[in-house]
Antibody, heavy 120, light 107 residues
Framework: QVQLVESGGGVVQPGRSLRLSCAASGFTFSAYGMHWVRQAPGKGLEWVAV????????YYADSVKGRFTISRDNFKNTLYLQMKSLRAEDTAVYYC?????????????WGQGTLVTVSS | DIQMTQSPSSLSASVGDRVTITCRASQSISSYLNWYQQKPGKAPKFLIYAASSLQSGVPSRFSGSGSGTDFTLTISSLQPEDFATYYCQQSSSIPLTFGGGTKVEIK
């Protein structure tokens, strides 16, 4: 079965960097687009970024553009999110999600999330 | 960016009730509308895609309808396990955007 396991979250000071990972299993990783979605404490869902299956196309939310970089390693079946210049407003649970069989923008499977807290 | 507006933001209902949640897009998104269910402390679960198609394994008491800018999620007979927060999401264009959520609570 599809399994997505995020890691790398924690407490980080404003302005610092952090890299999240998402280990995928149970499907052909290289065949699917992958997303990051975040949820601030007590708030709704916010889409962060998408990367095409081959890694050649990436899109970002304006709120993270220029600070966050999505990438993937199709040999390691792992998705990454490199976060730089972190701000208090980046505090959230970060979920990785796999595109559904129906389409690249439908989020068919989600990991359990990893909490990032930006605080001094 | 396409704005997604859900209503109501919360509702109270009893087991067996029929529940309807509305989602409106700021511009036409054809049928590129998806619904997710999220329970406290858990990841969202994909329920409905293309406005009205049920994801595999989703109970038939869930249904979706609409096209263009106005969409609805209906639960025909609310069950105890349905108490959760529901989000709509447009998949018409980047950036992907979600509605603010509708929390379905026990009356």
């Amino acid at each position: 079965q599809v399994q997505l396991v995020e890691s790398g979250g924690g407490v980080v000071q404003p302005g610092r960097s952090l890299r999240l990972s998402c280990a995928a299993s149970g499907f052909t990783f290289s065949a699917y687009g992958m997303h990051w979605v975040r949820q601030a404490p007590g708030k709704g869902l916010e889409w962060v970024a998408v990367i095409w299956n081959d890694g050649n196309i990436k899109y970002y939310a304006d709120s993270v553009k220029g600070r966050f970089t999505i990438s993937r390693d199709n040999f390691k079946n792992t998705l990454y999110l490199q976060m730089k210049s972190l701000r208090a407003e980046d505090t959230a649970v970060y979920y990785c999600a796999r595109a559904d069989n129906y389409g690249d923008y439908e989020l068919g499977y989600w990991g359990q999330g990893t909490l990032v807290t930006v605080s001094s | 960016d396409i704005q997604m507006t859900q209503s109501p933001s919360s509702l109270s209902a009893s087991v067996g009730d029929r529940v309807t949640i509305t989602c409106r897009a700021s511009q036409s998104i054809s049928s590129y509308l998806n619904w997710y269910q999220q329970k406290p402390g858990k990841a969202p679960k994909f329920l409905i895609y293309a406005a009205s198609s049920l994801q595999s394994g989703v109970p038939s008491r869930f249904s979706g309808s609409g096209s263009g800018t106005d969409f609805t999620l209906t639960i025909s007979s609310l069950q105890p396990e349905d108490f959760a927060t529901y989000y709509c999401q447009q998949s018409s264009s980047i950036p992907l955007t979600f509605g603010g959520g509708t929390k379905v609570e026990i009356k």
